[in-house]
């Protein structure tokens, strides 16, 4: 087997495992046996093995001191202290950028993607949830880009990768309730608040407003758990959280 099928495998069993701990199907705690998972997604051990170190990475799986691995059990605590590291490495990242100068193109760019989510935001007949979702996340990505360090891109790209701590995390049921959708229409505007202090070289107030950004994914958080509780097993990755 080649190099390239090789780690085809490896993505295909990271996908297939992080759905499986993501909704729930594998408990918080629950033993993640090697041999089992290789014979129910029908890929070998090596491939299992990689995946299981990839979201072990990810903090979704915890080594056992006596071998192999389990499916992690989290707090509110920790999937808030997940959201406000990704605050503080966006902030540092909309900071730098600032301060070193963002390129005009890729300025253009964060315009373009702040357009469609105004088009999504205000469509006849209401959002565009889909639009809006995908172009968040295009815009959040351009946003680490910005400073044209392959540090920040990088540990921004992992942060993202902790349970619940992107900026998605909490946009698949927004759709549904009311109170969400008009987080959305602020989360916009701190948007281009944080692209003006770019353009504008502020770099204190980038970082400022990028690390409050970040706590809108609190402020839905604290909504779906204590507000609208039955939604919450409907939030993928809330099934890790040990007591709701």
Same mark, same amino acid.
């Given at each position: 087997?080649?190099?390239?099928?090789?780690?085809?495998?490896?993505?295909?069993?990271?996908?297939?495992?992080?759905?499986?701990?993501?909704?729930?199907?594998?408990?918080? !705690?629950?033993?993640?046996?090697?041999? =089992?998972?290789?014979? /129910?997604?029908? *890929?070998?051990? #090596?491939?299992? @093995?990689? %995946?299981?170190?990839?979201?072990?990475?990810?903090?979704?799986?915890?080594?056992?001191?006596?071998?192999?691995?389990?499916?992690?059990?989290? !707090?509110?605590?920790?999937?808030?202290? =997940?959201?406000?590291? /990704?605050?503080? *490495?966006?902030? #540092?990242?909309? @900071?730098? %950028?600032?301060?070193?100068?963002?390129?005009?193109?890729?300025?253009?760019?964060?315009?373009?993607?702040?357009?469609?989510?105004?088009?999504?935001?205000?469509?006849?007949?209401?959002?565009?949830?889909?639009?809006?979702?995908?172009?968040?996340?295009?815009?959040?990505?351009?946003?680490?880009?910005?400073?044209?360090?392959?540090?920040?891109?990088?540990?921004?790209?992992?942060?993202?990768?902790?349970?619940?701590?992107?900026?998605?995390?909490?946009?698949?049921?927004?759709a549904l309730i009311h109170d969400f959708q008009t987080s959305l229409v602020r989360a916009q505007h701190q948007h281009k608040a944080?692209?003006?202090a770019i353009r504008d070289r502020e770099g204190a107030r980038a970082e400022a407003l990028a690390r409050e950004h970040a706590r809108l994914a609190r402020e839905n958080l604290e909504h779906v758990m204590k507000c609208d509780r039955k939604l919450?097993?409907?939030?993928?990755?809330?099934?890790?959280?040990?007591?709701?």
């Open positions: 087997m080649g190099e390239e099928d090789r780690m085809s495998l490896v993505d295909k069993a990271i996908i297939a495992l992080r759905s499986m701990i993501m909704s729930g199907e594998l408990a918080p !705690s629950a033993r993640v046996a090697e041999v =089992a998972l290789s014979e /129910r997604l029908g *890929i070998s051990r #090596t491939p299992i @093995r990689q %995946a299981m170190d990839r979201l072990t990475a990810e903090g979704l799986l915890e080594r056992i001191e006596t071998g192999g691995c389990r499916v992690a059990s989290l !707090s509110i605590t920790d999937i808030l202290d =997940a959201i406000e590291i /990704r605050g503080v *490495i966006e902030g #540092t990242a909309a @900071r730098l %950028a600032a301060e070193r100068g963002a390129d005009d193109d890729d300025l253009a760019q964060c315009d373009a993607l702040l357009a469609r989510i105004d088009e999504a935001l205000h469509r006849e007949g209401g959002i565009d949830f889909d639009a809006y979702v995908a172009a968040n996340a295009q815009f959040h990505q351009l946003l680490a880009a910005l400073a044209k360090s392959p540090v920040i891109s990088r540990e921004v790209e992992r942060v993202m990768r902790l349970p619940l701590a992107s900026p998605s995390a909490f946009l698949q049921e927004q944080i692209i003006a919450a097993a409907r939030v993928p990755g809330l099934a890790l959280v040990a007591s709701r």
